[in-house]
């Protein structure tokens, strides 16, 4: 033991380590750090596989939903699990992967009763959501529970990400003040996604979420990721803190999590 | 006034866990206390004491103390 880490976490943790960034006062942050997965398909796959990759000690994984074998496609970790719970699916592979990761699995669907009670125990969440209720109950939860969110999103070649700090920058809420009307997008499974979209915006999820727990660099506070995988383009939208956001704004109408704003579509 | 000296023994590690070892030791000294540590794999007598340099720590001194063994005394910064 050396610095509180055996010697199997020293070769795990050394490429960390040794960055001056890091060292290893950052690895023990990333271990006593607790991060909550909303979902564990195509944005949540990459995600959880790369946190527990980097020793994030507490990983909390919320689906309900079970492998399909059109989720392979995109969601490597699920391979040889069809027909079992994701979340499930996810943990074997993390303990696979790195015995340093404490998983917590909820197998069941995030929802306005249920938010805020799991959000308490997580230092940040990434949404890997795919639908709009879902998308706007976690931002809204973050903002009222004052927990930071990664969002990212995802559609057919194109995937948006940013990062929201409640009260420090904008957030979801206040660049699309609300979600569109049931019927006007097609859902995850109409449109269609190039398997290795959810890839590279989940790994910049993560690539926030190590950052944010480390306390180092400049997060995409105020700023969303616009990639389009056809033209290999990052474009960098600013996003400004809305005074009238009715959720964020100086006086908003949404100051508790309240059924009845959330309704159901597409599954996560 | 005397100086804390701390030793380590490296005797049998390679780089770069070396220099990923001297690292967490220093972590755990306070700034201007020494730290000695003891390699025998000869690469890390170079590698070592530039990786430390570069995170500004002061290298005292590079002891040959016998065949492929090497002593590097370091002042955590």
């Known amino acids: 033991m050396i610095g509180g880490f055996n010697e199997e976490q020293i070769k795990r943790y050394s490429r960390h380590i040794i960055l001056p960034e890091v060292g290893g006062k950052g690895q023990k942050k990333l271990l006593s750090s607790k991060v909550l997965c909303i979902g564990a398909g195509g944005l949540g796959a990459p995600v959880i596989e790369y946190l527990a990759a980097a020793g994030v000690g507490t990983l909390g994984i919320i689906d309900d939903d079970t492998v399909d074998l059109s989720n392979l496609q995109r969601q490597v970790i699920h391979g040889g699990n069809v027909g079992k719970h994701k979340a499930i699916s996810a943990k074997e592979f993390i303990n696979n992967l790195n015995p340093d990761i404490e998983v917590r699995t909820y197998i069941e669907r995030l929802n306005a009763q249920n938010v805020e009670d799991i959000f308490k125990d997580y230092d940040i969440v990434v949404d890997g959501s795919d639908n709009f209720a879902t998308r706007y109950l976690v931002n809204d939860a973050c903002v009222i529970t004052d927990t930071p969110l990664s969002h990212g999103s995802i559609y057919r070649f194109e995937g948006q990400v940013t990062t929201i700090i409640p009260h420090k920058g904008p957030c979801y809420r206040c660049l699309f003040e609300h979600a569109p009307p049931p019927g006007m997008v097609p859902s995850c499974q109409e449109a269609g996604v190039l398997g290795v979209l959810p890839g590279i915006i989940g790994v910049i999820q993560a690539t926030e979420v190590v950052k944010y727990l480390l306390g180092i660099g400049e997060l995409l506070v105020g700023r969303l990721i616009y990639y389009d995988a056809l033209n290999m383009s990052f474009d960098e939208i600013k996003m400004r803190w809305n005074k009238n956001c009715p959720v964020c704004g100086e006086e908003p109408k949404i100051t508790s999590i309240q059924e009845e704003i959330y309704g159901e579509s597409c599954r996560i | ?77």
């Open chain 2, 1 to 77: 006034m005397m100086i804390m000296v701390t030793e380590l023994d490296l005797k049998g590690d390679v780089c770069p866990y070396t220099f990923v070892k001297t690292k967490l030791k220093l972590e755990e000294l306070e700034i201007g206390e020494e730290l000695a540590v003891t390699f025998d794999h000869a690469p890390a007598v170079e590698n070592v004491p530039r990786s430390l340099k570069n995170e500004g720590h002061k290298i005292l001194g590079i002891e040959q103390m016998g065949d492929h063994l090497w002593k590097v005394r370091i002042r955590k910064a």
